[in-house]
T-cell receptor, first 115, second 109 residues
Framework: EPEVTQTPSHQVTQMGQEVILRCVPISNHLYFYWYRQILGQKVEFLVSFYNNEISEKSEIFDDQFSVERPDGSNFTLKIRSTKLEDSAMYFC?????????????FGPGTRLLVL | QKEVEQDPGPLSVPEGAIVSLNCTYSNSAFQYFMWYRQYSRKGPELLMYTYSSGNKEDGRFTAQVDKSSKYISLFIRDSQPSDSATYLCAMSLGSKLTFGKGITLSVRP
């Protein structure tokens, strides 16, 4: 069964450093998303991406964050200068064609720890 | 008022019990309603998805939506120890999912 994959599974970084989280969405999906989950809290929407541009973003997704689909398979989230409060689990998700775009499938997540 | 509220847990039941998990929401514009299951330190796994009021059944799982009351439920029949996980309700508006906080279910053998 096709699935969303994410790398790395864990990332430890120093405050102020840049990190790039990588995702390979399900191959025929057209919509891509990033969510995050701070330990003990809700899963929160960050951004959605379609047709090579951001379609919606949350208040959390400020200028420190950017997303890119550099090739036909990868979808990345970059955090330019990490803060302690960026420590969280980051989930990538993808959904299909227009008839099923509401059904989002999640990857296993990247656990980011900012020291 | 929070957009999506989910019954707090944790919830512990004996094997074979019927489990009822509930969420309420305040935004009547939500269009689609989902239940996800999340095992510890894993990504949410889609269980059920519906967009209209009424019931939808899939094996031992039934999702119920009542748009007039802004209330959704997930019923698990004949619960198994393998059902032990955190269950998240989620609702969509546009491309964004809004999640409940999740309830941790433990099914005792």
């Amino acid at each position: 069964e096709p699935e969303v994959t994410q790398t790395p599974s864990h990332q430890v970084t120093q405050m102020g450093q840049e990190v790039i989280l990588r995702c390979v969405p399900i191959s025929n999906h057209l919509y891509f998303y990033w969510y995050r989950q701070i330990l003990g809290q809700k899963v929160e929407f960050l951004v959605s991406f379609y047709n090579n541009e951001i379609s919606e973003k949350s208040e959390i997704f400020d200028d420190q964050f950017s997303v890119e689909r550099p090739d036909g398979s990868n979808f990345t989230l970059k955090i330019r200068s990490t803060k302690l409060e960026d420590s969280a689990m980051y989930f990538c998700a993808s959904s299909g064609t227009s008839g099923g775009k509401e059904t989002q499938y999640f990857g296993p997540g990247t656990r980011l720890l900012v020291l | 008022q929070k957009e999506v509220e989910q019954d707090p847990g944790p919830l512990s039941v004996p094997e074979g019990a019927i489990v009822s998990l509930n969420c309420t929401y305040s935004n009547s514009a939500f269009q689609y309603f989902m239940w996800y299951r999340q095992y510890s330190r894993k990504g949410p796994e889609l269980l059920m998805y519906t967009y209209s009021s009424g019931n939808k059944e899939d094996g031992r799982f039934t999702a119920q939506v009542d748009k007039s009351s802004k209330y959704i439920s997930l019923f698990i029949r004949d619960s198994q120890p393998s059902d032990s996980a955190t269950y998240l309700c989620a609702m969509s508006l546009g491309s964004k999912l809004t999640f409940g906080k999740g309830i941790t279910l433990s099914v005792r053998p």
